[in-house]
């Protein structure tokens, strides 16, 4: 069943949109998906090989980085100067085939007028490969990740901005779905839709506490649990 809430504004607000943008970790896929606790594992294998931590302290530290600076990486690369070529090969290199094809998803992203673009802070091959295990890679029109934004990651307002001229998008006709809330308030402060991507109640999620929310703020113009069924329908 689909949970879609608007907040602040009528489903035909989406009639304006020719740009859809969508996240792609816990977002084109479920966050009950075991892809992000395995790329997860890697960070701290990485941190604890790098570094020379046991597990329980190079977890504590990478879930510090994160939350200080938006990623693990961009707080590597802060107090160490980590090659951020080679930790993404390593923390992205997992085995996605636990992740089903989601024809559905495709048909309702294909269904959309105008271009399709992913928006994330993983990196590109890393983004190619999901979204082809999903079925779904060859609806997108391009990839926007973390080393195009000089890896500087969402929230930064900078980031979005890079992304609005990489790809000459106008903010004020497009739409941004994400499952962090804080992902979503520049987005919001620049023209854009924003809508929330939002587990079903009971499922599996393996995202830290803080990024779960039980409030909406007002960055949030639309909440859903199901992006298929929300994608499927939009009065378009």
Not at 34 to 40: E, V
Not at 51 to 79: C, M
Request: charged share 20%; aromatic share 10%.
């Amino acid at each position: 069943m689909t949970l879609s809430v608007p907040i602040k504004r009528a489903l035909s607000h989406f009639a304006q949109v020719d740009t859809w943008v969508f996240d792609l970790d816990n977002t084109l896929y479920p966050p009950h998906s075991d892809l992000w606790p395995k790329i997860d594992a890697r960070i701290t294998a990485y941190m604890a090989a790098m570094l020379g931590l046991d597990g329980i302290s190079a977890r504590a530290l990478q879930k510090h980085y994160y939350r200080v600076f938006g990623t693990t990486l961009a707080g590597l690369i802060h107090e160490y100067q980590v090659d951020p070529t080679e930790f993404l090969h390593f923390v992205h290199d997992i085995d996605r085939t636990s992740l089903d094809p989601n024809p559905a998803l495709a048909a309702a992203i294909e269904a959309l007028p105008g271009r399709k673009l992913i928006l994330t802070n993983g990196s590109h091959a890393h983004a190619l490969a999901t979204a082809k295990q999903l079925g779904i890679a060859e609806l997108f029109e391009d990839c926007f990740a973390i080393e195009h934004g000089d890896f500087l990651p969402k929230p930064h307002l900078q980031t979005y901005q890079k992304f609005f001229e990489r790809h000459a998008v106008n903010p004020a006709r497009a739409a941004m779905f994400e499952d962090i809330v804080h992902n979503l308030e520049a987005p919001h402060a620049s023209g854009m839709l924003t809508v929330l991507v939002k587990p079903k109640d009971g499922a599996g999620d393996f995202r830290e506490a803080w990024e779960k929310h039980d409030v909406v703020p007002p960055h949030v113009d639309f909440v859903t649990d199901d992006l298929t069924g929300f994608l499927a329908g939009l009065p378009l």
